[in-house]
DNA sequence: CCAGACGTTGTT
DNA sequence: GTCTGG
DNA sequence: CCAGACGTTGTT
DNA sequence: GTCTGG
C-alpha cells in the first residue's frame, strides 16, 4: 500500500499544524506524489529537541547500502517488523518521522484484470494527516570525503481499516496529534508502546473516493487527480 | 571465522 | 551496521 | 504505487 | 516476466 500520495497543503499551513521552528521551506502543492520525490518530512532535532520541517527523499536507503538501487523498494514499512528488521530497527530506535499528507492513493484489483485507484483521506477542510514514518541519512561510499548526505524515509503500513479494506488491505499508520510527541522522541515511549500506535485508523471521518485513471501516471500532477470521478466529495 | 543479506506489494 | 547461514 | 523499458557498437 | 524511474 501507499505508494503514492498528495500533499497539497501549504508550507505555513504544515508548518503550524506540526509547530515546526526552522526557517519555512518552500514547496509545490504534489496531487500525484511518488516514491524518489522530495516531501516535507516533520522530525525532532536530536540536539536541541525542536521539530523541524525538511524535504526528504521518499524511499529508505540504509546506512549501509552500497548504492541506492534498492531505494525504491523500502517506501513502505511493516507495522508488524519495523522494530526488528535489519533495514529498519536503527531507523524505529531514533529515526522516527511524521510525514504530513492530504490524502493517499490505493488501486483495487477488479475481476476483469483492471485497476480503479481510489483517493482515501479525511473530510474536506480536515487537517493534513501524519503518517508514522521513519528516516535515513545516507552517503555514497564511492563519493568519497565530498559526499554529500542524502536523507530519506519511508511511510509504516499496518492492516486497513474496516472502510479501506474493500479497496486494500493495508494501509498507512496515521497517527493523532496526542501521539505525535512519542513518535517524534520528544517524549519517551518503550518499544512496546510505539508498536502499539501501529494500528489502523479509526474510520470517523475518513473518506474513500474513486478517481481518474491518470493518476496512475507519475507525470500527471494536477489538482483533477483528486475529483472523486463518481459525485462523492471533492 | 567470512560471506551475504538486509524490503514491500500483490498475485498465484 | 548487524544478523544469519555455512 | 504505476508506467515504461527491456540492446550493443562505435563515433561524436 | 521483471527491473528501473518517477
Known amino acids: 500500500m501507499c505508494g503514492r500520495y498528495s500533499i497539497t497543503s501549504a508550507p505555513e499551513a504544515i508548518r503550524r499544524l506540526f509547530a515546526t521552528t526552522n526557517d519555512l521551506i518552500n514547496f509545490a502543492p504534489r496531487y500525484n506524489f511518488p516514491p524518489t520525490a522530495q516531501g516535507p518530512v516533520v522530525r525532532r532535532h536530536p540536539d ?39 533495514s529498519f530497527r536503527s531507523a524505529f530506535k531514533k529515526r522516527r518521522c511524521l ?27 480536515a487537517d493534513p494527516m501524519a503518517f508514522a514514518g521513519l528516516w535515513e541519512g ?63 485508523a479509526p474510520v470517523e471521518g475518513m473518506r474513500v473516493w474513486p478517481v481518474d485513471k491518470r493518476v496512475g501516471n507519475v507525470r500527471n500532477d494536477d489538482i483533477e487527480l483528486l475529483k472523486s470521478i463518481t459525485s462523492q466529495r471533492k
Not at 510525514?99 to 483495487?108: G, L, Q, R, T
Open 48 to 86: 536541541t529537541g525542536k521539530r523541524t520541517l525538511d524535504l526528504l527523499r521518499w524511499g529508505l536507503v540504509p546506512v549501509w547500502a552500497k548504492d541506492m538501487s534498492g531505494a525504491a523498494k523500502c517506501i513502505n514499512a511493516r507495522g508488524e517488523t519495523v522494530a526488528t528488521l535489519a
Open 99 to 125: 510525514v504530513p499528507a492530504d490524502s493517499y492513493f490505493e488501486w483495487k484489483a477488479l475481476p476483469d484484470k483492471s485497476k480503479q485507484p481510489y483517493a482515501i483521506g479525511y473530510e474536506e477542510g
Open 138 to 200: 545516507w552517503k555514497d561510499p564511492a563519493s568519497g570525503e565530498g559526499g554529500e548526505w542524502i536523507h530519506t524515509f519511508s511511510i509504516i503500513t499496518t492492516e486497513a481499516n474496516p472502510l479501506t479494506a474493500p479497496v486494500h488491505n493495508r494501509m498507512p499508520v496515521i497517527l493523532a496529534p496526542d501521539h505525535w510527541p512519542a513518535w517524534l522522541g520528544e517524549v519517551e515511549a518503550s518499544v512496546e508502546e510505539l508498536q502499539a500506535l501501529l494500528k489502523p
